[in-house]
């Protein structure tokens, strides 16, 4: 019963999805206001109905009823209360009713905000364009409601994998950056439709920009955490097809967040913009395809499917029509202003963006070119992971760098006087520094030359604060904590946007420390035998088996000093499904500021002896301690009151 009314939801979503479109089409026709309240009221109605549709299959997961072939598939009685709930996303059908139901919440909200006037039946009409195209995939290729002619007891359970805090937080908040983008996109396009050049649209979706962009943030760094803890292999990107899908937006994302500031205070860069949030929105749809698909093997995707070639056909319909919109008023966007010089703000804002841009095609060409190989000569070629970091780790050290040069100069053009006081001592940190780390021991080239911008770049940006701190207060006559303190508050905007640039930053300190000296080692060992890895000595104690509910999980106890110092016992284990044929790995990890210490059980003998993988990847930590300075920044950016506005220097038109 409970599961034909979920059924029953998408169906009268799915009409009332027509009728919104519709709606919103002729009432702009016929200047009739009466019906644009008419569809806006089914734009509530799918609100409305998808919630009850979201909350009928959370229910029938929750209650394990397994006549409902979604919840036969992806729980079990005994799976914890906990992941019973999140295997709503964890199959196809779920997880684009989870989609479904961001978007139609979303386009309530607008709906309901209706910010301006003219252009909210066009951004609606796209928005539920889109929210009609996954109600039909449901309705009629995936339904989450479909049952079983019988009710077989039992589920399948969770794929161990999934079984991870990971799964709560990763998937929802990449849907809701994928998601958030399509409000930008869609009032950028209403703006092309109405043929409208100015950059109202852009102050509107401001804040849905950032919201979009922090979720997808938080999405990609939660997703880097889980695969370090739960794949059991040692890293935490490995270039993977579907990471790869939710980066790519997140480069065009940032890089558009970036532009608009161009437009929004210099009214330039309007083609440049438009493009950015189609490339943007295409590529979410993109990510949806890969995943869907089954095209490209990866660990993270649903597995091959038919949906496939629904969503490359929707992905490929909305790029041609957005581009050919754009193309068409490309008149109306051409630029009032143009860079007076290379060496300003504008210009370094470019560059950025052109880097990250960059960084964004080197891995669409290497995700699709096994695709492409294929199909010109009937092999799949797989681009791996030295591709990948070759091409953009010097594009990732170029944006580095630029991220500490962009505050230091100045819009419009900077002089010779300007530069040489802005660099002298962002300047000097960074030499004195390589000097340091050289004497130190830090001899290997491209990772001196990389901490060396590293620390240029944070250097030029905390020199920014004090420079602003130290005016404040001899203007004010305020005290150092004072001055600090409301200097930051009031101009929340720019200091929320150094805040992130420094959580990068550290991020980027954790990528550079992990990928230029991190040690790998395989060892067999036997009953008392020690190992050692670097500065810590390792003692094999134990190997032993326990039950984990109805799981059954074999461990080995690990005796870890450093030094003189006893850190404890670590103990990485296999834990074994009853439902699943292979067992997962569980690693022990030893978390510091400096390193990481990483222990998989590999393998293991009747006479006790044990295989393991011994990893020290230097400065972790910091990539995430980095990106959640990074959330913190643009929540602190973003949180109402005064201090979020551009100045009104900025908004004033010559």
């Given at each position: ?6 059924y ?6 799915l ?5 919104a479109?519709?709606g ?6 016929h ?8 569809a ?12 009850v ?11 394990g009823?397994?006549?409902v ?8 009685s ?5 992941y ?16 479904f139901?961001?978007l ?6 607008v709906a ?14 796209i928005?539920?364009?889109n929210?009609?195209f ?22 399948q ?20 950056g ?7 996109f ?5 703006g092309l439709?109405?043929k ?5 649209w852009?102050?509107?979706?401001r ?11 938080l ?18 990107w490995?270039w993977d ?12 994302g940032s ?10 205070r210099k ?7 438009i493009?950015?949030i189609?490339i ?7 990510g ?13 995707a649903?597995?091959?499917?038919d949906?496939?070639?629904?969503f ?8 041609v ?8 008023r ?9 860079f ?20 964004a ?10 695709l ?17 970091n070759?091409?953009?780790?010097p594009?990732?050290?170029?944006m580095?760098?630029l ?7 100045a819009w ?18 960074a ?7 050289f ?17 240029f770049?944070?250097s030029a ?16 006559g ?5 001055a ?14 150094y805040?992130?640039h420094?959580?990068?930053?550290m991020?980027?300190?954790g ?17 008392g035998?020690t ?16 039950k984990?509910g109805k ?10 000093s ?18 699943h ?5 569980e ?18 003998d ?12 230097p400065?972790?930590?910091?990539m ?6 990074m959330?913190f ?10 201090g979020?506005a551009?100045?009104a220097?900025?908004?004033?038109r010559?």
């Open positions: 019963m409970l599961a034909d009314i979920g029953l939801s998408l169906i009268l979503s009409v009332l999805c027509g009728y479109v519709a919103n089409i002729i009432c702009l026709k200047n009739n206001r009466r019906l644009f309240d008419s806006r009221g089914a734009v509530y109605a799918v609100a409305l109905l998808s919630t549709a979201s909350l009928v299959l959370i229910y029938l997961l929750a209650t009823d397994f006549s072939t979604y919840v036969s598939e992806y729980t079990s005994d799976l914890p209360f906990f019973k709930i999140t295997a709503m996303w964890a199959g196809n059908a779920g997880s684009l009713l989870l989609w139901w961001v139609s919440i979303y386009a309530a909200v309901k905000g209706n910010k301006i006037k003219d252009m909210t039946p066009y951004v609606l009409g928005l539920m364009v929210a009609l996954f109600v039909f995939v449901m309705a009629f290729l995936t339904n989450p409601f479909e049952k079983l002619p019988y009710n077989p007891g039992e589920g359970g969770l794929n161990p994998m999934l079984q991870n805090p990971g799964m709560v937080i990763h998937p929802v908040t990449t849907y809701l994928y998601v958030g983008f399509a409000i930008p869609a009032f950028a396009m209403a439709i109405l409208r050049s100015d950059d109202e852009i102050k509107v979706t804040r849905w920009t950032i919201i979009a962009w922090l979720f997808l943030t999405g990609n760094l939660t997703g880097a955490q889980w695969a370090y803890e739960e794949l059991g292999w040692g890293g935490y490995a097809p579907v990471e790869n899908a939710s980066f790519l937006p997140w480069l065009t890089a558009f967040l970036h532009s608009v500031m161009i437009q929004e009214n330039m860069l309007k083609i440049w913009n493009l950015l189609i943007t929105f295409v590529l979410t749809l993109f949806t395809f890969l995943v869907r698909s089954g095209v490209l093997t990866s660990v993270h649903f597995g091959r499917s949906l496939g070639k629904y490359l056909a929707f992905t490929v319909a909305s790029l029509a957005s581009l050919w919109l754009m193309v068409d490309l008149n109306m966007l051409r630029e009032e202003k143009e007076e010089s290379y060496i300003s703000k504008e210009s370094s804002f470019l560059f950025n963006n052109l880097i990250l841009v960059g960084i095609f080197a891995t669409f060409w290497g995700t699709i070119f096994p492409i190989s294929e199909a010109v000569t009937g092999n799949k070629i797989t681009v791996s992971i030295p591709f990948f070759s091409v953009n780790a594009l990732g050290l170029a580095t760098l991220i500490g040069i962009c505050p230091l100069i419009r053009k900077s002089g010779v006087k300007n530069l040489a006081e802005n660099f002298l001592a962002p300047g000097g940190a030499l004195a520094f390589a000097v340091v780390a004497a130190l021991g830090l001899r290997k080239p491209y990772a001196l030359l990389a901490f060396t911008i590293a620390c770049s944070i940006t905390l020199w920014e604060v004090i420079k602003g701190v130290i005016t404040r207060k001899r203007i004010t305020e005290n150092v904590l004072a600090a303190g409301r200097l930051i508050t009031r101009n929340r905007r720019r200091y929320g946007g805040i992130i420094l959580g990068l930053l991020l980027i300190v990528v550079i420390g992990s990928n230029t000296y991190d040690t790998e080692m395989v060892k067999t060992l036997k009953f035998e190992v050692k890895v670097k500065d810590y000595t390792l003692t094999y104690q134990n190997l032993a088996e326990r984990q799981n059954d999980a074999v461990y080995a106890d690990l005796l870890v450093k030094g003189d110092k006893l850190i404890g016992t670590l103990e990485p284990e296999r834990v074994f499904y009853p439902t044929p292979n067992p997962a790995t690693v022990a990890i030893n978390s510091t500021l400096k390193e990481d210490l990483y222990i998989i059980l590999s393998a293991w009747k006479d006790g002896s044990a295989t393991f993988k011994f990893l020290l990847n400065l972790v930590a910091w995430w301690i980095g990106g959640y300075v959330i920044g643009t929540i602190f950016a973003l949180w109402p009151g005064r979020g551009v100045g220097k900025y908004t004033q010559s």
